[in-house]
């Protein structure tokens, strides 16, 4: 490595094999589906590996996408350039088995180690964060895509004003469901709070208690604010840095709550992003939580 270079890395597992996750890297209709908007590939070492679009970082145009493959061993790694932020780089990613056990079924499963190098880091603030969410939400949607899971997110990098936006209906009415999202006995069930408090008002709290290291630091977020707490129908809150960044503006997460005679659409969204690559692995994890949230109303009794 040379004395200007920089490197980013990231692991992720994925619920597929080797070769069927290759082919989601290489083939341009996969591409296309969770990657960017726009894919040319030849399948070979030396050959176009182009992207761009409005999916894809600092590549919105045809003409500026000059991307091409240093690596191509099927099934086992891909490697490809990238002028991203001005600078040279290069992306290396690497597949291994990582094959699981769920009660009786062995389950065939990839991970996936991506390695982006840079040959002198980008002039801009919090370039190590950007390249970690770049990646945070480029294999989420990966993941996504290999799981069948629709529609996938895909960030738009020209949107100055990102959002993310997940819904779904739950047997409830919205009585049950804002219990859930207001009431610590409940979070604690459909979200990692050890210590969940809620002040149910507008500027009360609205903590989970919890910490966890993140670079070998421990962070320990404060409790959010409530910007909206209106009894079932809406509840809004402050977001802070996922890394405890206090330099970095709140974000606001806001769910509503649609009546349906009985059951309740659930609407989630969060907004007040810096950059629409600060939006991260967020749209994977929210939908995961929201999922969350209808088992823990299917049990509440109202």
Not at 210 to 236: H, M, W
Not at 249 to 260: A, H, K, N, S
Not at 280 to 300: C, M, N, Q
Request: charged residues 30%; contains cysteine; glycine residues 8%.
């Amino acid at each position: 490595m040379g004395a200007h270079e920089h490197h980013f890395d990231l692991q992720v597992p994925l619920p597929a094999d080797k070769a069927r996750v290759f082919n989601a890297l290489t083939d341009e209709s996969a591409l296309q589906a969770w990657f960017a908007e726009h894919v040319q590939v030849e399948p070979r070492e030396g050959g176009a590996y182009k992207f761009w679009g409005r999916h894809t970082l600092g590549v919105a145009r045809e003409h500026e996408a000059d991307q091409r493959i240093i690596e191509f061993r099927p099934g086992e790694r891909l490697g490809f350039t990238w002028r991203l932020l001005d600078c040279d780089s290069t992306v290396t990613i690497v597949l291994k088995d990582d094959d699981g056990q769920e009660g009786d079924t062995k389950l065939q499963a990839t991970r996936l180690s991506v390695d982006h190098r840079f040959e002198s880091i980008p002039d801009m603030g919090r370039v190590t964060e950007l390249v970690d969410d770049l990646w945070r939400v480029h294999t989420g949607s990966l993941l996504h895509y290999l799981m069948g899971v629709d529609p996938i997110y895909r960030p738009d990098y020209s949107d100055k004003d990102p959002q993310i936006r997940c819904e779904l209906e739950i047997d409830a009415p919205p009585s049950t469901v804002f219990r859930v999202l207001t009431e610590p006995q409940f979070i604690g069930k459909w979200f990692p709070a050890p210590a969940p408090v809620v002040d149910p008002h507008v500027g009360g709290r609205y903590g989970f208690g919890f910490s966890y290291e993140k670079d070998g630091n421990t962070v320990e977020p404060p409790p959010c604010t409530i910007l909206a707490f209106e009894q079932d129908r809406k509840l809004s809150i402050t977001w802070p840095d996922w890394r405890g960044d206090a330099s970095v503006p709140d974000q606001r997460v806001t769910w509503v709550l649609d009546d349906l005679g009985g059951r309740t659409r659930l609407v989630l969204l969060h907004d007040g992003f810096t950059r629409p690559v600060d939006v991260s692995d967020y749209p994977f994890g929210w939908r995961h939580f929201l999922e969350e949230i209808r088992k823990v109303a299917d049990t509440v009794a109202d």
